[in-house]
């Protein structure tokens, strides 16, 4: 399914790249959050090929995701959003992997950071497999080792065991998706195939690395509260969630670095400086 809101730029290239995969026993379900732009005129120049879609004010794309996947029928689910595409004979060998490890719940493939010039890169395929894997956002998510979401496709079964989407977070649902599907024991497997592109570009939300990061470190902290308890063999575990802290520090302390930047750039500018003066002569 696709989750859409005033994409109407790059929309109609992920419709076509999802309707052109020949895959005969596809549903494919949009859900737009009420756009202003021209994203209707190219949902209904396709609604034809669209098994479901609707256009409406949301809580957000976690939340226009959750509304999708219920009404979605098939075994395997997967969403890509409103400015990415798939490469071609990609569901054939999503099918194809899954047949092939029954019990696998997660598989990925590959996916390009698409800027569209000299800048692209092909993520390697992801090497997460636990829970604690998933919790070391500084040795594996700030190095490349990670699941980009759009190359990500999982079972009924494994979407069922966590219920939904947290729609209170904005940038890292598909994170903490990871983390619970994992904490619940969910199998994920990896093949070295180009499967999906994420386009990057100013207008969406992940390009505010910041507060990515920041949101991400409060899914771990989060993660980490939530399943202190529940530690089976302490003196492993414990080493594992040390290692998870010093991770957690480290980009706290990286984003309050960031944070230090920002502000002495300001407190150095023109524009502050004329500003703090006029407020000394109380001009306003």
Request: hydrophobic share 40%; with cysteine.
């Amino acid at each position: 399914m696709t989750p859409s809101y005033n994409q109407g730029l790059f929309i109609e290239e992920t419709i076509r790249s999802v309707l052109l995969q020949g895959y005969p026993n596809l549903q494919y379900i949009v859900m737009d959050g009420g756009s202003t732009d021209n994203t209707l005129s190219i949902l209904r120049k396709y609604e034809h090929a669209i098994d479901f879609w609707a256009s409406e004010r949301d809580q957000g794309q976690a939340a226009a995701i959750n509304k999708g996947f219920a009404r979605a029928n098939g075994d395997i689910l997967a969403w890509l959003n409103s400015d990415d595409t798939y490469e071609l004979g990609v569901l054939s060998a999503v099918a194809k992997t899954f047949q092939q490890h029954p019990d696998a719940d997660v598989v990925s493939g590959r996916c390009r950071q698409w800027y569209g010039n000299n800048s692209d890169q092909l993520i390697g395929p992801s090497p997460l497999r636990c829970f604690d894997d998933f919790l070391r956002i500084r040795s594996n998510w700030l190095n490349g080792r990670l699941i980009v979401q759009p190359e990500a496709f999982f079972r009924r079964r494994a979407f069922e065991k966590i219920g939904s989407l947290r729609e209170e977070l904005y940038y890292c649902f598909d994170a903490c998706m990871w983390m619970d599907m994992a904490k619940r024991g969910c199998v994920f497997h990896s093949v070295d195939q180009h499967w999906a592109n994420l386009r990057r570009h100013d207008g969406q939300k992940i390009s505010n690395l910041v507060a990515t990061r920041q949101e991400l470190a409060r899914v771990v902290r989060d993660q980490l509260r939530k399943n202190w308890d529940s530690v089976e063999n302490p003196p492993v575990v414990l080493e594992e969630l040390l290692c998870v802290l010093d991770d957690l520090l480290f980009v706290l302390d990286d984003l309050l670095g960031s944070e230090r930047k920002v502000s002495r750039a300001l407190r150095e500018s023109r524009s502050y400086r004329v500003g703090r003066l006029l407020a000394k002569m109380k001009l306003w």
